[in-house]
């Protein structure tokens, strides 16, 4: 069971990037009249951030590094260990991480890890660094997780298309001795790993002539095997079944209960699925900040982008006590509880096309 | 929740206000709810969320897909209260 703690790191700042280039979801074509019915209460999304085609998740999460480097005064030379968490990597080969590396202007000597994770990516990643760094006894720790997902989307499919959006965020971890543990429990569902896939485009079924064929999967949904395909209704279903009992597990190792979180920041998935997970949760909204409605589903990205967007100013001040919640593409899930403090927070920033590498 | 406490015509008429735009009284237990004419897989989530949040049941998505009328998915609901 991945349920561990991680004693001696504290969080001392994260920093998110958007792109400039926003699209309101009420000017799609794919949700006027009655196709659109229903699509602002049951998902929440009004308006979206695109990347144009010079900016990628790597961009996204540099610019979001470097801001959070020199507020933190942390030289690029002392980050001892690099993870990068992105399904929208530059290239299918080499990974992100060392190509952040060397835009950072990070030693040789960092240890420079990639992982491949959708939704639940920000705790995954957070989790990841942190047992790193405790094992290999590393200072300071960067955490770039960001996806641009947008490119991977028909603009014919009404299930995907209104619904994702792009963001990428930088987090610092740092060795503190005597800080409260952080605490993480991770899980995952290999069963479900075609309800949030992209088909085509790996080794399984290489990109060929037949991948960007467009196929009518039903009416408002066209897709080509290239494209990210989602299955609403079991997205919602695996994530009641798996998420609500692995905060509660978490939780009751840290001998803590649902009360105990100053903050719950949930994935931003859509309005009807995290309202539920309030609701069974017993989690009061103004304990839960949001940003689906202005920035839609960020996928990895959302829990940096709303700490920073929602609770900056909180971190900063005083000691707050966490629960991160994330959970998608896999199926995968996983939960972190931890205590911030003093959390270096510089403001959100935008990029428009011309500051892509 | 006791199985006892949720009768068809209660559940047929919790579906029809959570699909907000249907007109109370339209849907029966023969509904065939696929065929309403605004339904889309927008809806279906709409529909299983209301079930999840009356009546404590997360239906799966096949679950979901082989409940035909509203009937069907009022047995399957039962079933699940009942387990």
């Known amino acids: 069971m991945a349920l561990f703690s991680v004693a001696g790191l504290r969080m001392s700042g994260v920093c998110a990037t958007v792109p400039a280039q926003q699209v309101r979801n009420d000017e799609l074509e794919l949700l006027r009249g009655a196709a659109g019915k229903g699509f602002d209460r049951a998902v929440g999304i009004q308006t979206r951030r695109v990347a144009c085609p010079t900016i990628c998740a790597s961009d996204l999460c540099v610019a979001a590094a470097r801001s959070l480097l020199s507020s933190s005064g942390v030289a690029a030379g002392e980050i001892g260990a690099l993870v990068f968490v992105t399904q929208t990597p530059d290239y299918p080969l080499p990974g992100n991480s060392t190509l952040a590396q060397h835009r950072l202007g990070l ?251 | 929740m006791e199985k006892s406490a949720v009768d068809v015509q209660t559940f047929i008429r919790s579906v029809e206000s959570a699909l907000d735009d249907v007109t109370p009284g339209l849907l029966d237990a023969t509904t065939r709810f696929r065929d309403l004419e605004a339904w889309t897989s927008l809806q279906a989530l709409i529909v299983v969320v209301s079930i999840e949040r009356d009546y404590g049941v997360s239906l799966s998505a096949e679950e979901f897909e082989r409940a035909e009328t509203l009937q069907d998915l009022y047995d399957t609901v039962l079933e699940r209260i009942g387990s």
């Open chain 1, 107 to 357: 030693a040789d000597s960092t240890f420079l890890l990639d992982l491949s994770q959708g939704c639940a990516g920000y705790v995954y990643g957070l989790a990841a660094l942190a047992g790193l760094m405790s094992a290999a006894r590393i200072a300071k720790g960067l955490l770039l997780v960001g996806d641009t997902l947008t490119r991977l989307l028909s603009t014919r499919d009404r299930s995907t298309l209104p619904i994702f959006s792009d963001a990428g965020s930088a987090t610092l971890l740092e060795a503190a001795a005597g800080a409260p543990a952080m605490h993480f429990n991770l899980g995952g569902e290999g069963r479900g790993a075609d309800i949030i896939r992209v088909r085509a485009g790996g080794a399984r079924e290489p990109f060929g002539p037949d991948s960007l064929e467009l196929c009518d999967e039903e009416p408002h949904v066209a897709r080509a095997p290239v494209h990210l395909s989602m299955r609403g209704l079991d997205v919602l279903h695996y994530s009641l079944k798996y998420v609500e009992p692995n905060i509660r597990e978490l939780l009751a190792s840290a001998e803590a209960d649902v009360d105990t979180p100053d903050y719950y920041v949930f994935h931003q998935a859509n309005r009807l699925l995290n309202e539920s997970l309030l609701k069974r949760l017993g989690i009061p909204q103004q304990k839960a900040p949001e940003t689906l409605l202005d920035y839609g589903n960020t996928s990895c990205a959302t829990i940096p982008l709303t700490l920073s967007l929602r609770l900056g100013h909180v971190l900063a001040r005083g000691a707050s006590r966490l629960l991160l919640s994330g959970f998608g593409a896999g199926f995968s899930w996983g939960s972190a509880f931890l205590t911030c403090d003093a959390v270096v927070c510089p403001p959100v920033l935008e990029m428009d096309g011309a500051h892509g590498a």
